[in-house]
């Protein structure tokens, strides 16, 4: 029988590595890379690979147990961190939500139909401005049970009507009040937020009718996902969520309802990305500020936050649409991972239009996928116990609660709404936002990198207009796609595509690596490029191919050293054939005739907004 002290240790036989081992291997491989010099010291090395966050989270190269987190307790409890249930979303994994905003009852119908028999296990339906009449509700329901599908409405400023068709629809069926589940979706603040325009209902009315007979029916969400279409940080989105439902909660509990009664009224909506372990600590610090709330209401054991993720609108994009479907995949992976209770995958065409079956059927098997064959949902709290996601959750929560209790401080989320405080925080947000996406610092396969100009969009029915008139609602991806509609327009009326020649100095293993680099940049705004056969320091020669070839700008191509033998030359000889802008692949120097560089960490949105500008395209 093998003893304890007999029992195998792995690396048993090795010294512990240290910390400062790892400091120094890890500036010798910075020292290669060209990231750090003789003189850097050795403790720069996490100040070098750190990344900041927007919202001013800086992300370390490394964790360890040395990094002090709060307990976040176990699944189940207070303060509900690794999640809501005890159990997780095991065995069964988490409920497949599926999204119809088709203003068509019965297109809606047959979708929904498809999809509760496929996988799908409840519903989110967008009725009124930008969805389905409410009137439409019971044709877009027939042969749904619904004593088994729950149902969440998303109905803006239509919800009197809505809710009293789906009160109607539920009475006619005979469906029994305690087998009823789902939402009625009230959200008066996200309205306001996404339209501008302020909707006073009966909510209280219905939260109370629903907390004292549907049992398993809510009656408001706090629909986050609108501050993150708006450029928002993940801090913003939680910090404007958490006031959110602390304004739901007031209302509610003045209108008679507990506190206990009034926090079960509520769900929150949240934006998952592809950014994996991002989401996965938003949805974690989520559950940690709101049962931080319902410990200062005074009902800790009732403050386990039940919540439905998106994946993120922003974050697809109309070009490479099918891109989309692993973008999806990971941000659905993100949301099973850190406990969401309900997931929405958006299908890959989201951004060109009504999407079809085909996009749907994909959407609800990424979530069957990830349940079923990868038993993501077997799990409790995956994420729980790795330094890296316990600290990240940690400081997120931080950040998020203190925008959260500057708004309360400017009087509220309502007061906040209407003095710009929300939509002027999240426009700076954007802004920078905005610049990493210009300078592909935060790039977007198949749109500012490896984009593709020979491919062939599906087409879609465009959807409804959505609301309009509050935030505004941005995607990643916008400003590329608008330089790159401008170069696919001038290639329909004209019959030819902008294209920039680029004049590739020396043999092709000198000047392949800047060529890629730059064609891929330009096609990027759908601009192609034309090179020689083979690669020439003659400037005549270039000049006479960049002649031959009808474009008007022109980029060199070639090694340091090559650039410091023939660039000036060929550039001034390209000038003179008729070149209006010459540009030079690699890093800004001083070189005669040369107009502009491009190189890694340029800004790509303004190189090809003046190549189009240059090429004549309007």
Known sequence: MTTPSETLRLAAEFPAATHEQWQRLTLGVLRKAGLADEDTPVEAVEELLARRGYDGVTLAPLYTADDPTPFPGPPGLFPYTRGGRATGAVPAGWDVRQRYADPDPKATGEAVRADLENGATSLWLVLGEGGLPPAGLSTALEGVYLDLAAVVLDAGDAAVEAVSAWFALLAERGVPAAEVRGNLGVDP??????????WDGPVDEWACRCAAGFPGLRAM???????HDAGGSDAQELGCALATGVAYLRDLTAAGLDVPSALAQLEFRYAATADQFATIAKLRAARRLWARVAQECGAPESGAQRQHAVTSAAMMTARDPWVNMLRTTLACFAAGVGGA???????????????????????????????????????????????????????????????????????????????????????????????NLAHRRDPLTGVSEFPNLEERLPVR????????????????????????????AHTATSGDRPAVFL????????HNARAG????????????????????????????????????VACLCSSDRGYAESAEAVARALAEAGAVRVWLAGR??????????????????AVLETTLRDLEVA
């Open 189 to 198: 603040l996200g309205w306001q937020a996404r339209t501008g325009r302020r």
């Open 221 to 227: 969400t706090v629909d986050a996902t609108g501050y």
């Open 341 to 435: 209770d309900a997931v929405t995958v958006q299908p890959f065409d989201h951004s060109l239009g009504r999407p079809d079956g085909f996009a749907r059927r994909i959407a609800r098997n990424t979530q069957s996928l990830l349940v079923e064959e990868a038993n993501v949902g077997r799990v409790v709290d995956p994420a729980g116990g790795s330094w890296y996601v316990e600290r990240y959750t940690e400081e997120l929560a931080q950040a998020a609660w203190a925008w959260f209790t500057e708004i309360e401080r400017h009087g509220g989320m309502g007061a906040a709404l209407e003095s710009g405080l929300i939509a002027d925080r999240l426009a700076a947000t954007w802004r920078e936002r905005a610049d």
């Open 461 to 488: 029915p465009p959807a409804p207009a959505a609301p309009e008139g509050g935030l505004p609602r941005h995607r990643y991806a916008e400003a590329y796609e608008a330089l790159r509609d401008r170069g696919d």
């Open 503 to 510: 004049a590739t100095l020396g043999p092709a293993a000198v």
């Open 517 to 552: 680099f730059a064609a891929n940049l330009f096609a990027a705004g759908g601009v192609a490029t034309v090179r020689p056969p083979v690669g020439d320091d003659d400037p005549a020669r270039l000049a006479a191919e960049f002649a031959a070839s009808g474009a008007r």
């Open 588 to 605: 800004p120097a001083s070189f005669a005739g040369v107009d502009d560089y491009l190189y890694a960490g340029c800004d790509a949105v």
